[in-house]
């Protein structure tokens, strides 16, 4: 693409969040032309995090082959669909439309240049200071005249009107502003520091001005040091994202390897009839998940597993926070390390992720003695245990990010959370109803899946706010149940949005 210097300078500066991009000189007729600038390089370092456990993006040449054999364009599939949990930090900005008429020149002249593409986050010269994608709920899509339906039921209703679905109970535990329709589109911000995401909101929003509101926003961030990749309960996250045919070429052993169109619109292994210009777009789940720290510490401290003579309290009290999860602090699958943490195991993304749940010892439908079938792991994914090969279907690219403060000495003391902290959930997936929605609904919440008897998922699953019946926590005892009275994870609430491809942007919704 040929690109004049000036429109160089222009993005580059903004980019870089400095006032001057917003000279009226930014807005001529010969920067609207180019659809793209590229990123002039500020970086010595990326802004997305490198956990060694979780398996490394590939490498822009090797994406970019994998791309072409498939035919899939890396340049026009907004960067973050594809890159999974390493954001280093990143703000959610939920807005509405409040003129359409004069937003849609300003989301091709201001918004588009900044958006990051998925080769664009692949090398650190080519990351910006501060990356941002866009997505659009359907009353965005409406607000902005957009009558093509995307043929998902559950993004046209949205998720206010799908909360019963999810297991939530009500919407009195949800933020006031996911309560209806009201969120037109969110922005996402990444960086390696909030200086660069304020610089970037602030240049935006002066370009903006009064044609977007502020409807809400949420800070996330990854944990200081070496909690870097874990959610707030302590156990490393992002290890088991699928293998997306047309992106990675080398997955790790028992990574899921799924078509193009699981994740994306309109690509192959999607089936729904689309819109053509929805092509290469993704739904995105938002669901800002609340994280009961200290009240789950106290459960696993009382409900310990007593193996005299094998475990320590401390122990057994790991052994149940990990059995419930299906993977230990560190990463390591209780299915390879059933009784303690293996750090080495877990630190290894060509160990940390090859498992079925399939052992000669041990009958795949009845024995629980290495990982529950309640764990979280399982019930979101339950590899063998539904047949081989995997299923294709029901998967997602997780890439969401804490929130909120680490647990206070007085939060813990008390045992008691005082100040909100959790999960800001997203996924990705060209399918609702078979993914986010299939995986808490069918699976999470269902307390006879994947075996008669087996409880909820006692991380995630909810049942309106009703107790939670859990067996197999227990190796040593699979009939024994556990009864959850608390709900660890509290559903805040979120929205069912869409993000579009860049020409997408650039050839519908714009004009
Ligand atoms: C606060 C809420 C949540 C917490 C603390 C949490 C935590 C975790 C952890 C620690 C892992 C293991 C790391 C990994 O395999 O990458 C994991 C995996 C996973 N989670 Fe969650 N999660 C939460 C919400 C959800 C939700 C809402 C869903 C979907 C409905 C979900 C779906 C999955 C899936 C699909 C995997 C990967 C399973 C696999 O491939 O083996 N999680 N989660
Ligand atoms: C949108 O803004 C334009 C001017 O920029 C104005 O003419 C129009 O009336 C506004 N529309 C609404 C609904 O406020
Ligand atoms: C993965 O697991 C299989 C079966 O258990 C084993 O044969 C193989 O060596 C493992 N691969 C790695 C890289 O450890
Ligand atoms: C269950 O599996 C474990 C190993 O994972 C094995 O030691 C045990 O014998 C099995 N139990 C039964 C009843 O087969
Ligand atoms: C917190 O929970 C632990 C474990 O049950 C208990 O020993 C301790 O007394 C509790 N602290 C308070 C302040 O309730």
């Not at 807005?95 to 240049?113: E, G, H, M, V, W």
């Not at 650190?124 to 409406?142: D, E, R």
């Not at 999810?166 to 969120?183: A, K, R, Y």
């Not at 993977?327 to 293996?342: C, E, Q, T, Y």
């Amino acid at each position: 693409m040929k690109l004049s210097n000036r429109s160089v300078i222009c993005t580059a500066a903004l980019f870089a969040g400095l006032a001057s991009a917003l000279t009226p000189r930014h807005n001529s007729a010969s920067s609207l032309k180019h659809r793209r600038a590229p990123v002039q390089s500020r970086r010595v370092q990326s802004l997305l995090i490198n956990v060694d456990a979780q398996p490394d993006l590939p490498t822009v040449e090797a994406a970019t082959a994998a791309a072409s054999a498939a035919s899939l364009n890396l340049d026009d599939i907004q960067g973050d669909v594809l890159i999974g949990m390493k954001k280093n930090q990143e703000l959610f900005y939920f807005f509405s439309i409040a003129n359409a008429t004069d937003f849609k020149p300003k989301l091709a002249s201001d918004i588009l240049p900044l958006i990051t593409t998925t080769t664009q986050l692949l090398s650190v010269n080519t990351q910006p200071t501060t990356a941002l994608n866009v997505a659009f709920s359907q009353t965005g899509l409406t607000a902005l005249g957009v009558t093509d339906a995307l043929g998902d039921s559950a993004y046209a209703g949205g998720q206010f009107s799908d909360l019963k679905n999810l297991g939530d109970p009500g919407s009195t535990n949800w933020v006031p502003q996911f309560t209806g329709t009201g969120i037109h589109g969110v922005f996402l911000f990444a960086s390696d520091t909030e200086d660069n995401i304020d610089a970037a909101v602030a240049s935006l929003e002066a370009a903006l001005g009064d044609c977007i509101t502020k409807v809400y926003t949420l800070q996330g961030a990854a944990r200081p040091g070496t909690e870097a990749g874990h959610e707030h309960f302590g156990y490393l996250d992002g290890i088991s994202n699928p293998a997306v045919d047309g992106f990675v070429t080398s997955p790790m052993p028992g990574q899921a390897v799924v078509a193009a169109g699981t994740v994306l619109l309109g690509e192959s292994g999607d089936t729904v009839t689309r819109p053509t210009w929805a092509k290469d777009g993704s739904f995105l789940v938002f669901r800002q998940l609340a994280q009961l720290v200290p009240e789950f510490d106290k459960f696993l401290t009382d409900n310990a597993v007593v193996e005299p003579g094998v475990l320590t309290p401390q122990q057994g009290s790991d052994l149940l926070g990990a059995r419930m999860i299906g993977r230990w602090k560190s990463g390591a699958p209780v299915d390879l390390a059933p009784l303690f943490d293996d750090p080495a195991l877990g630190a290894d993304p060509t160990r940390n992720n090859n498992f079925t749940f399939v052992h000669p010892d041990a009958a795949l439908a009845t024995n629980q003695t290495r990982c529950p079938f309640s764990a979280h792991i399982r019930k979101t994914r339950p590899r063998a245990d539904l047949g081989t090969p995997e299923d294709a279907v029901h998967h997602i690219m997780r890439a969401g990010i804490p929130y909120g403060p680490e647990v206070s000495d007085d939060e813990a003391a008390a045992n008691t959370t005082s100040t909100e902290r959790g999960l800001a959930f997203v996924s990705y997936q060209a399918n609702i109803g078979n993914g986010f929605r299939f995986l808490q609904k069918t699976w999470a919440d269902n307390a006879n899946f994947v075996h008669a008897g087996t409880g909820v998922d006692p991380i995630i699953g909810a049942l309106a706010g009703a107790q939670r019946v859990v067996s197999g926590l227990d190796p040593t005892d699979s009939t024994k149940t556990l009864t959850l009275t608390t709900d660890f994870v509290v559903s805040r609430g979120g929205e069912y949005f869409f993000t579009p491809s860049l020409s997408a942007i650039s050839g519908t919704l714009a004009v």
